[in-house]
């Protein structure tokens, strides 16, 4: 096994005139090319961007594809760059049933775009519920993953243990309890999810039109059959370590996922660990502080192949 090796990287940035989210140097939107892989009858789409070796990214909740428009930019002169709509957004399949959201399912969707694309291994990359299935991805395919990023998604265990014994956490985590409801997602609409969006009328838009084909009542059932319900308990189960290289992002004003969690992270891990934690930076660190999240993506990337 190998030693684990943990960095934890503080980062205080400070852009001139900087407010919100950094622009890329051009949209890619309509230069992405578009296609679909079968996962057990699921058809899961997916756009793509340059050659090289593979990364996909996985989006969380409200998102699509176009959530990782920065990264994709800045990558994919080096990598072949593969974003995915989950299922139930967008232009993937909508099976019914919280059955069909398990980690299984979201971690075997995964497997099979790298698979469809006929790699023996990726990058795994992902956000919030991506970062959930790219932690399930790491410990169900490790044959599958060279290397595991994730964003303002504390490794599984962490957010079981701040559940169970984090007061703070607790309350914060009301609103999943709401999202497991029964018919929560009758409270939500195309126009209430897209309004985060309003300050760029593109983006609003395209997330306005991705969200109308998406099914909200598959997308809470993410939460219904994955997030912890209460009583709350610490897992107990044998820890399956992953086995490779993660570079972990922490915006330290997410207020869903508090930074508690984070600790302890490198027990889980066999290898080593890279933690940028961000002040200044919510829940969307990703697209928040893009620029700098995508050059430590790049260099981290460069560094890891060099080894």
């Known amino acids: 096994m190998t030693r684990i090796h943990v960095i934890v990287l503080a980062v205080t940035l400070s852009f001139g005139g900087y407010a919100g989210a950094q622009s890329p140097t051009g949209d890619l939107f309509d230069r992405v090319e578009h296609g679909f892989a079968d996962s057990d009858g699921v058809q899961i789409h997916y ?79 992902g956000h919030d519920w991506g970062g959930f299935v790219a932690w399930q991805v790491a410990m169900t ?25 984090n007061q703070q956490q607790k309350l914060n985590s009301a609103y999943a309890r709401r999202f497991q409801q029964e018919d929560a997602h009758l409270a939500l609409s195309p126009e209430m999810l897209a309004q985060r969006h309003a300050a760029d009328p593109t983006v609003h838009a395209r997330y306005l039109e991705a969200y109308r084909r998406s099914d909200f009542e598959a997308m809470l059932n993410y939460y219904k059959a994955n997030y912890p319900s209460p009583p709350y308990l610490e897992d107990t189960n044998p820890v399956t370590q992953v086995q490779v290289p993660v570079l972990q992002f922490h915006g330290l004003d997410d207020t869903a996922l508090l930074d508690d969690m984070l600790n302890d992270s490198w027990k889980w891990i066999a290898r080593d660990l890279t933690l940028v934690t961000i002040p200044d930076a919510g829940h969307w660190a990703v697209t928040e502080r893009a620029t700098f999240v995508t050059d430590m993506m790049r260099n981290w990337l460069t560094v890891q192949v060099s080894q």
């Open 141 to 165: 395919y490790p044959e599958l993953t060279k290397h595991l990023i994730v964003f303002n998604l504390p490794h599984p265990r962490g957010l079981r243990r701040e559940l169970a014994t």
């Open 47 to 125: 756009a793509t961007l340059g050659s090289g070796p593979l990364v996909v990214l996985i989006h969380g909740f409200p998102d699509f594809w176009y959530l990782w428009r920065h990264q994709m930019e800045a990558l994919s002169s080096e990598y072949q760059v593969v974003a995915i709509d989950q299922r139930g957004y967008n232009q993937s399949d909508k099976p019914g049933g919280v059955a069909q959201y398990t980690g299984v399912k979201l971690a075997a969707d995964v497997a099979a775009v790298v698979h469809h694309f006929g790699r023996d291994d990726a990058t795994i990359v």
